[in-house]
């Protein structure tokens, strides 16, 4: 019995070892992506994974009077909002929904940020993502209250008023807003990799459980 609990403790750990390689690949691929010389976003999205975590530009117009909050958002300790402002491309690639960065709390109301509402055509740099999927333990989002937890594109083009975006979101860069807001340049790495962790756990206990094992028997062979 106690052989049986080693094997299976000792191939966790090479189950987690295997999955440390293939995380550090995804880790790997989107640093990669993200140290790219920026390129065009194609108008026409086939296959948004490809685009995930790379850096693009796209030029063509805010539509200010129809930005979305998606929260809670926080930026060096401070509460806030990501602006989310529906971008119309010049080049008939249709609506893509631009987070153009972090406001605070006091500053959601655009009309306390009013340089920052950038007007004409504009070229905006940053990083293409693909919206993650509802956690699922989120709450629902606040549709009429503009309020977002999550991206749903459907939704959120219904509540602005335009057709539904590309299968993309832009992440602005950090280049600066004229008055200071939005602040850009909010993309996060946030996958986890704790597999090294997991890996000697489990083969710690593997080896703890043989040494018991062999002990014991040991023990028993003397008497």
């Known amino acids: 019995m106690a052989g049986g609990a080693i094997v299976f403790m000792a191939g966790l750990g090479t189950w987690q070892v295997q999955r440390l390689f293939w995380k550090q690949g995804i880790l790997d691929h989107i640093q990669q992506q993200m140290a790219a010389t920026p390129v065009d976003l194609p108008a026409k999205i086939d296959d948004p994974k490809v685009w ?6 796209l030029t063509g117009h805010f539509l200010n009077d129809h930005e979305l909050y998606l929260g809670a958002r926080s930026l060096k300790g401070a509460p806030g909002y990501d602006v989310v402002t529906p971008f119309v491309r010049a080049d008939g690639g249709g609506v893509v929904l631009v987070d153009r960065g972090w406001v605070p709390t006091q500053g959601k109301d655009p009309a306390r940020r009013p340089d920052g509402q950038l007007e004409g055509e504009v070229t905006v740099q940053g990083v293409a993502r693909v919206p993650p999927p509802r956690g699922w333990m989120q709450p629902d989002n606040l549709v009429n209250d503009n309020f977002w937890l999550w991206y749903d594109l459907p ?17 602005a860069d950090a280049t600066p ?5 939005p602040v850009g340049g909010q993309t996060r790495v946030t996958i986890p990799n704790d597999h090294l962790q997991y ?11 043989a040494v018991i094992t062999y002990l014991r028997f040991s023990r028993v062979e003397k008497d």
């Open 52 to 57: 995930d975590y790379r850096r693009v530009r």
């Open 155 to 171: 939704a959120m083009a219904a509540k602005a008023g335009t057709e539904v975006p590309e299968p993309v979101v832009v992440e």
């Open 177 to 181: 807003n004229p008055g200071g807001f």
């Open 199 to 209: 890996a000697i756990t489990w083969y710690s206990l593997a080896i703890a459980l």
